[in-house]
């Protein structure tokens, strides 16, 4: 047996799988895909510098894990991206996707946001939420008994609210970063317009888990997210 701890931000691969997803799980966490894609290839989405491409670009020539977060200032947003930050970069490259987060800000947040949760791969923003409305994504929060909490985000609701009126405050562009109201989800799509997966938030702690996405996208190995020492057997 040999014991290691969790190095840097970078998730170490855990052998044996750890967590797999059981077919009754991807039930209970994929909503049915009632959207077509092309209904939303030529919405714009910006980049950090304001330049602006088609959202088709991203999912056209390979198959690619798509997130939509809240809004930037969101404490669980954060949080769930600083675990996105911590996928190693070969883990994508052998299973040949990409990975992005869509957030609905203006575009001069997005190096903040980057340099907050240290996400070093494509991000981009739908400012007008083109794509969040016309694919039916969620205003508003609803929480359900049968609900499964993320497990990335580590605040507390009080705490995490605190932390994001902190940022809010002490941001050097005062403003919410995105609708306040709005919720996010999850897709996986391409090459072309093909959609293998759909998962629309119910509220802001209703993340897909991102073994669970990354295996449902092709990736072999688990990721262990947290900060303990590791075990392989």
């Known amino acids: 047996m040999r014991i290691r701890e969790a190095s840097g931000k970078m998730a170490e691969a855990v052998s044996p799988i750890t967590r797999q997803v059981h077919p009754e799980q991807r039930e209970n966490r994929t909503s049915s895909v009632d959207f077509r894609l092309e209904d939303v290839e030529d919405c714009l989405i910006y980049d950090r510098h304001g330049v602006s491409n088609p959202f088709k670009k991203l999912y056209q020539d390979r198959k690619s894990v798509i997130i939509f977060v809240r809004n930037f200032l969101c404490y669980s947003c954060t949080e769930y991206v600083e675990d996105l930050s911590k996928i190693p970069k070969e883990a994508l490259e052998d299973?040949?996707?990409?990975?992005?987060?869509?957030?609905?800000?203006?575009?001069?947040?997005?190096?903040?946001?980057?340099?907050?949760?240290?996400?070093?791969?494509?991000?981009?923003?739908?400012?007008?939420?083109?794509?969040?409305?016309?694919?039916?994504m969620k205003r508003e929060e609803k929480f359900t008994d049968s609900a499964h909490p993320s497990p990335h985000v580590k605040s507390g609701i009080f705490m995490g609210q605190m932390k994001s009126i902190w940022r809010a405050m002490t941001s050097p562009a005062f403003d919410f970063q995105g609708d306040l109201h709005q919720q996010g989800g999850a897709i996986i799509a391409g090459p072309g317009s093909r959609v293998h997966f759909s998962h629309f938030d119910m509220n802001r702690l209703d993340h897909m888990p991102i073994n669970w996405l990354l295996q449902l996208a092709g990736v072999q190995q688990t990721l262990d997210f947290s900060d303990k020492p590791i075990i392989h057997v």
Not at 97 to 108: K, W
Not at 111 to 122: N, V
């Open 95 to 136: 299973a040949g996707i990409r990975l992005v987060v869509i957030g609905q800000s203006a575009h001069h947040h997005i190096e903040p946001f980057c340099s907050l949760t240290g996400y070093p791969y494509e991000i981009y923003v739908d400012p007008e939420r083109c794509i969040y409305q016309k694919l039916g």
